[in-house]
């Protein structure tokens, strides 16, 4: 079957740079964060769209958007695939958003072929996979497979001390006629279309990534406590300097941590000193730790020494370390990443096998479901700024790709296990 019967590359191309505008920022990049005014919007026009197709929307209490092509068998485990809408507060226009309209795009083209799937076919945007406004991310598909607590997700705040309790409660009376699925359901299958966000399949003139795995990661919240002090009177040697202690240990999780092999992320991503001012020594740091390895023993190894070295170089000051996520590496499902690769192949599209460094929502459906994922090249391999960019024949020749083994699963008598 050609890829121009799959989907319509066009419809899919201008609906993909409308949902753009929403959160546009004066750089050609998008700040549509989760929850947000901005989501909402482009829930309200997916949606619209969705609907115009003869799909059916609904969402659950983790604010999950679905949109059901309905099947010949409502009883039978739905295909899933998707990705999410949210973006980071500097982000671009593929990440995340290229996942749900290619989804979007192979179920439309389904249904206007006329041939109703064995089961149904749910598109899904997962809530707040990005993690920028509410820390940590991939809550929705974390609540979905029941690996975090609804509770827990609730209570977390963002900057100006919004819960996403509270955000939640303002998605859902945006759209007070949209139904309510139970949290988490059975799923005979899950696929996720992403840019790489990676320089890999650019450098391999690449159009697709067959997607082996995701590799580990953790974090975590660190918080050191000091005590205030004129910065003129107070001498060095009775001094509690909390961004001190910040320093020296931040210096030893580098040199430690950050040079175990060639293959270890190690990041400290946002740092904030209290009280922050010219002349007063720091009673109070916190600051953030991204650690990420393939090999989950190197990775679990070096995560029991970020707190033993935050412990070392605390003193005079005290600090206290916080676990946030512990996602370990994961492999995606053989038979799915099989049909992948030969639907590149019959669609004449160069693939490759690739593993995934950055984490993605196929993580934990992975752990409920026979899942899998499929890359395209992101320019420059950039990715989380405003101008990342993706070649619309490429974003085609993706959507294309998953069009077909939706096909193939949506019209199979059983699912890959």
């Known amino acids: 079957m050609g890829s121009s019967t799959l989907i319509n590359a066009d419809r899919l191309w201008t609906r993909l740079m409308a949902l753009a505008e929403i959160g546009a920022t004066p750089a050609g990049g998008v700040n549509r964060q989760a929850l947000s005014d901005g989501e909402i919007a482009a829930w309200r026009r997916v949606i619209g769209w969705a609907c115009e197709a003869g799909l059916t929307p609904s969402t659950d209490a983790a604010g999950n958007l679905f949109l059901a092509l309905a099947g010949r068998d409502r009883a039978a485990p739905p295909l899933l695939l998707g990705s999410h809408l949210d973006s980071q507060p500097t982000g671009g226009k593929f990440d995340g958003a290229a996942g749900v309209m290619a989804a979007l795009e192979a179920a439309v083209s389904l249904a206007e072929q006329g041939d109703r799937p064995a089961r149904d076919v749910i598109i899904v945007a997962w809530m707040n996979e990005e993690g920028s406004r509410f820390a940590p991310g991939m809550m929705g598909s974390e609540a979905f497979t029941g690996e975090r607590d609804m509770d827990a997700i609730r209570a977390a705040r963002d900057a100006d001390g919004i819960s996403v309790g509270e955000a939640l409660a303002s998605l859902h009376q945006a759209f007070p006629d949209l139904p309510h699925r139970p ?30 795995g995701i ?13 205030e002090g004129h910065a003129g009177t107070l001498a060095q040697q009775e001094r509690r300097d909390a961004l001190a202690a910040f320093a020296r240990m931040a210096t030893a999780l580098h040199a430690e941590i950050g040079t175990v092999d060639a ?20 009673s109070r740091v916190s600051f953030s730790i991204d650690l990420r390895h393939p ?29 946030l996520v512990d996602a ?3 492999a995606f499902d053989a ?21 995934s460094a950055a984490g993605h929502d196929a993580r934990h459906l992975a752990k409920v479901c026979p899942a899998a994922m499929i890359f395209i090249p992101c320019r420059d391999g950039a990715s989380h700024v405003e101008h990342e960019w993706a070649e619309p024949n490429h974003v085609a020749a993706g959507a294309s790709v998953l069009a077909q083994v939706l096909r193939e699963l949506a019209f199979a008598p059983c699912i890959a296990a």
């Open 183 to 212: 949290l988490g359901f059975a799923a005979g299958a899950y696929l996720e279309l992403h840019i790489e966000q990676g320089p890999l399949l650019e450098a391999a003139a690449c159009t697709i990534g067959v997607v082996t």
């Open 215 to 227: 590799q580990g990661k953790k974090t975590f919240q660190v918080v050191v406590e000091g005590a």
């Open 263 to 282: 293959d270890i992320k190690f990041t400290i991503g946002r740092v904030t000193v209290t009280p922050n001012a010219p002349s007063v020594v720091p």
């Open 295 to 323: 090999d989950n023993a190197v990775l679990n190894a070096a995560g029991v020494r970020i707190a033993a070295l935050c412990h070392e170089n605390a003193a005079p000051c005290t600090v206290t370390v916080t676990p």
């Open 328 to 330: 370990p590496s994961n």
């Open 335 to 355: 038979r799915l990443r099989a049909s992948i690769a030969e639907a590149a192949r019959e669609q004449g599209h160069p693939a490759m096998a690739i593993l």
